[in-house]
DNA sequence: TTGCGATATGTCGAACTGTGCATAACCATG
DNA sequence: CATGGTTATGCACAGTTCGACATATCGCAA
């Protein structure tokens, strides 16, 4: 038997929407906090920017939430940071994350290992 | 703010191949279970045999388990039932996602919901 | 020994996703 | 007022996934 890891995945919707946000936008919005461009962060997690900028949008389009205060031109050609709602919604998406995490790795070990023996 | 739901999604992978095992291969399982076969499993999911068929084999190749009793031929055509191993995988990884979605639901409620006032 | 229905497996095309590229707008600074 | 680097956004192309088909095989029953 091979050895196994478990692996989990966390996201909201809406009625309409699937994946308004999750684990991939909540990543983004942490590189963009320690980076300061959105630029930056789609560089360091490997995203095109392209994906990065649109996930952003429908994040912020579909919670109806302002996550990010978005600055173009200027000395370095712009700049993105977190509002404050966003970084409320990085810290308590995080301990959520954080709390599942832990979960799994504890159910896993209960219920999955037991049964490989 | 529009109305918000949890997802969340577990598997499991070794270091070559992702997702060896999962909630899709463990809902194929039951429907084999209760309908006795696999191209009934695969209509009743929605799911085409072909992908039903190459799901299962490739759980059952990776770890390396005999999940399934094939049966061609014969009066029916064929059948395929779960074996012991395969019904044991059946409950344990029922008991591991049934708990992780309590976990997640009630993670969501404290962290989310609370952030949403 | 023929027929039926399920398993087994390859292949091609459609749908979806994300990347790459091309622009345009923006604005503090030199 | 020209420059540079970033945000903003459309579009075409590539990779991945899945479904629809097309066969082949198998074995009991009529």
Redesign the interface.
């Known amino acids: 038997?091979?050895?196994?890891?478990?692996?989990?995945?966390?996201?909201?919707?809406?009625?309409n929407v699937?994946g308004?946000f999750g684990d991939g936008k909540w990543r983004l919005l942490r590189a963009i906090d320690s980076e300061g461009s959105l630029n930056a962060a789609s560089k360091t997690l490997r995203i095109s920017y392209r994906k990065a900028w649109g996930d952003l949008s429908k994040a912020e389009a579909?919670?109806?939430?302002t996550l990010l205060e978005r600055h173009r031109g200027g000395r370095m050609g712009g700049a993105t940071c977190l509002t404050k709602q966003g970084k409320?919604?990085v810290k308590?998406?995080g301990?959520?994350h954080s709390?599942?995490e832990k979960?799994?790795e504890k159910?896993?070990e209960?219920?999955?290992q037991?049964?490989l023996r």
């Open positions: 038997m091979k050895k196994l890891r478990v692996r989990f995945k966390l996201w909201l919707s809406t009625k699937e308004v579909c919670l109806n939430v409320e919604w308590a998406y301990k959520f709390e599942i979960a799994t159910a896993y209960k219920h999955i037991e049964l």
